[in-house]
């Protein structure tokens, strides 16, 4: 049954997220040939607006808002929730990010609507979407569906096969004016940790090191790795306690989730809430001395050696196949 399907955009530093057409793909799955919107708000949003269209959006509301500009609760909530009045979709979907796991529930109280989080796979069945997400820290699936009322979905960054680009794509694209009021927050000022050049939640390729890599020197081979491979680097929970790098770098059931296409664990054992943030990823190559670590147990590819003896080889290997 043909649907139309809001799909709210991301914007970071003046660039839609990656998942923000990841949304989109999702989004036409659910419309099953109905009508895709996408909702963009921000301060100054044209180029993004065309960029949707070209991904796939049928439409797209922009929203420009002084208070906008940064993201907070109560005024991006106010925002959405008008131009969800004017648009009524039968559904709405977003990225499982900081933004979509901060706003999708209060959103979904405030529609008295259903909410599937982390979604990683979309199928239809007799007209209506079928949402897979994982549960358990991963170690199974179940398959949710939403029986009435507005259906909300949050989708998890690199499981939704993106739509091709067509920069020859047209579509409407509307200026909506929204009343954001009585705000309890209001952002002054952004001071950003960085964390490599690669968004680690979006990266294609993640390396990533435990308490193995022994110390702060010992993770920049990793860092060098990164660079070779255009990669992001990460870290277990262990590397992190240890001061050895930042926590904005954790991947694990306390930090992110993420589910690459290729993962390097160097020097990390593989413990259980470590895997809950890793072990979806496409393919994993595992770097570790101690031949019975659990990380072999998840890995596709594994390497037993001393990780600062193989470290060298492979950046070798991957700079000289770069140049070539």
Do not use: W
């Amino acid at each position: 049954m043909e649907k139309k399907v809001l799909v709210i955009g991301e914007i970071r530093d003046g660039a839609l997220r990656n998942v923000s057409f990841e949304a989109v793909s999702a989004a036409k799955t659910i419309a099953d040939g109905g009508e895709v919107v996408a909702a963009l708000f921000g301060d100054v949003i044209c180029e993004q607006s065309i960029e949707m269209i070209h991904n796939g959006a049928d439409r797209v509301v922009k929203v420009e808002h002084a208070d906008l500009k940064s993201y907070t609760t109560d005024a991006y909530q106010q925002a959405i929730l008008q131009v969800l009045d004017i648009e009524k979709p039968e559904a709405v979907v977003m990225g499982h990010t900081a933004i979509g796991k901060d706003v999708s529930p209060r959103l979904a109280v405030k529609l008295n609507a259903g909410l599937v989080s982390d979604v990683v796979a979309i199928e239809n069945v007799d007209g209506e979407p079928v949402f897979t997400r994982p549960i358990y820290s991963g170690k199974a699936y179940e398959k949710k569906q939403v029986e009435e009322g507005v259906v909300l979905a949050t989708i998890r960054p690199n499981n939704i096969l993106v739509l091709e680009t067509d920069s020859s794509r047209i579509g409407e694209i509307r200026s909506v004016q929204v009343e954001i009021k009585n705000l309890r927050t209001v952002i002054k000022e952004v001071v950003r940790k960085s964390t490599g050049k690669v968004d680690l939640s979006e990266a294609k390729i993640i390396v990533s090191g435990g308490r193995g890599v022994k110390s702060i020197e010992g993770f920049k081979a990793l860092e060098e790795l990164a660079e070779a491979l255009g990669a992001a680097v990460g870290a277990s929970r262990g590397a992190c306690d240890a001061g050895y790098c930042d926590y904005s770098l954790q991947i694990g059931q306390t930090g992110k989730v993420v589910t690459p296409d290729l993962y390097f664990a160097i020097g990390i054992s593989g413990a259980i809430q470590h895997l809950a943030g890793m072990s979806n990823s496409k393919v994993i190559v595992a770097i570790n001395k101690d031949p019975e670590a659990p990380i072999f147990d998840v890995a596709d590819y594994g390497i037993v050696g001393d990780l600062f003896e193989v470290l060298p080889l492979l950046i070798k290997e991957m700079k000289s196949v770069a140049v070539g």
